[in-house]
């Protein structure tokens, strides 16, 4: 089937030049001229989706081609793009970095695959006819992927622009679709090689409305529309990849199962959550500063985010710490991820504090200042657990400041064999107690809906035998 989508892929030649804040501010002004545009993320990213989310107004979902078939991102990309006005569509990293010498999880792969036109964003930092040179390279380099216009970035005279520009559209045949002078202030906040979370930053208004300003005053907003909507129909066959089903014998009821979610842990793919009601979950929202305990539920999952930035908060709310322990010891299944591994921990070492956590697992956590875990995993699950099958193979992405110091050894039991990543020690991963299952590896739910299938599957047998369910 054929379908119309508007769309148009924002890319760069390297990372950090600009391409949160060029699609922030297309974002944010499309949104205020009334207009529905839907983000998409390439890569494993939470929190530039997160910005992009936030000045969209909607939710905004990841396209990764290494963690999706292409078939799953198709799927994924038509189901959140029909009835919108356009969609744009945030690369990572270079036009063409991938994790192989083939570019197989790129952005241009990407953007050839959504048959997307390319922005290009081009720093013009002391240079002039070369910028052409550059542009025309990426165009020979691939001949199959489609630069639609270029955006110029840190011009410092009129004058460079205009030559700049003459040479671009001489050589390489592109429109030329905005000119970014060279400016001293950001208000957009950093942390750990990329942006503060939007909601920890109390200027992300007004952050937004600056990235609003740069692209209203700089960019060509009608050129760049023509070539969002002179695209091609999106060819896909709508028939969805199947998912595994959960059985009838655990579908008698609609399990409970909790989800943190609060300025802390807020590291989930929005196909996790969905995924999981979809097949029938009830989601109940903890906040783990408010709530004093956990409310009644069947099973507990735990996403990413940095307990470190209220390390003191989570401290200070010693009952839920205490539930929590208790609930995990008497067989409460929680599935945990990255941030919500270092909460399970018995402390979390930040500068010379050392702050209790809740002490599910014998390990402490100390941050680090450079990454002790960044990049995609795959994992091979060499151990019984409730929640993968012995000898498959995982993939997902870990992102990670913290060093586990483990504390008994004899009480670690792991699950996962490190075949790329770094996981917990470098070799393994998957940290098993019970029907705990903590891991610092995020897995996306669109790539691989086993994991939900899993979840209401062991929350819905604890639920009717109250007792650990045996693996899947």
Not at 218 to 233: E, F, R, W
Request: net charge positive; with cysteine; glycine share 8%.
């Amino acid at each position: 089937m054929f379908f119309p989508v508007p769309r148009v892929t924002i890319s760069a030649l390297r990372g950090g030049s600009g391409k949160t804040i060029i699609s922030v501010g297309l974002l944010g002004l499309w949104r205020e001229s009334g207009q529905t545009i839907v983000p998409f993320k390439k890569g494993p990213d939470f929190i530039d989706a997160g910005w992009l989310s936030f000045a969209s107004g909607l939710p905004c979902h990841n396209l990764d081609p290494f963690l999706m078939t292409e078939k799953q991102i198709l799927d994924l990309f038509i189901t959140y793009s029909q009835g919108v006005d356009l969609c744009v569509i945030e690369g990572n990293r270079g036009l063409f970095d991938g994790v192989d010498v083939k570019g197989t999880s790129s952005t241009a792969e990407l953007a050839k695959l959504l048959d997307s036109p390319v922005l290009l964003i081009v720093d013009a930092t002391m240079a002039t006819r070369t910028t052409a040179a550059l542009v025309k390279g990426c165009q020979i380099f691939d001949p199959g992927l489609h630069i639609g216009g270029i955006i110029l970035n840190r011009v410092a005279t009129p004058r460079q622009e205009h030559l700049i520009r003459q040479a671009i559209e001489y050589y390489c045949n592109v429109p030329v679709v905005g000119s970014v002078p060279r400016i001293k202030t950001n208000p957009f906040p950093e942390r750990h090689m990329g942006l503060v979370p939007h909601h920890e930053s109390s200027v992300a208004q007004k952050a937004v409305q600056w990235a609003i300003s740069i692209v209203k005053d700089n960019l060509d907003l009608d050129k760049i529309g023509q070539i969002a909507q002179q695209v091609p129909l999106v060819h896909h066959d709508k028939t969805r990849e199947p998912i595994q089903k959960v059985s009838t014998e655990v579908q008698e009821s609609s399990p409970r199962i909790g989800v943190i979610l609060d300025s802390v842990f807020w590291f989930y793919y929005p196909e996790n959550l969905e995924l999981l009601k979809s097949l029938g979950a009830k989601l109940v929202e903890i906040n783990t500063m408010k709530d004093p305990l956990l409310p009644p539920v069947d099973a507990l999952y735990i996403g990413g985010g940095f307990p470190e930035t209220r390390a003191e908060a989570l401290a200070m709310n010693v009952s839920l710490r205490n539930h929590l322990k208790q609930k995990i010891e008497n067989g409460l299944p929680v599935y945990a991820e990255c941030g919500g591994f270092m909460f399970l921990g018995e402390s979390l070492i930040v500068g010379d504090k050392s702050y209790p956590m809740v002490g599910a697992v014998p390990i402490v956590f100390v941050l680090e200042k450079r990454p002790q875990g960044h990049g995609y995993t795959i994992m091979e699950v060499t151990k019984d657990n409730p929640y993968y099958a012995k000898g498959e193979k995982i993939k997902g992405h870990e992102f990670h400041y913290s060093r586990p110091v483990i504390q008994c050894e004899k009480d670690i039991q792991y699950v996962f064999r490190v075949i790329r990543g770094n996981g917990i020690e470098g070799q393994k991963d998957g940290l098993c107690k019970k029907n705990l299952l903590a891991t610092y590896t995020h897995i996306h739910a669109a790539g691989d809906p086993r994991w939900a299938t899993r979840m209401l599957r062991v929350a819905n047998l604890a639920k009717r035998r109250g007792k650990i369910p045996k693996p899947p």
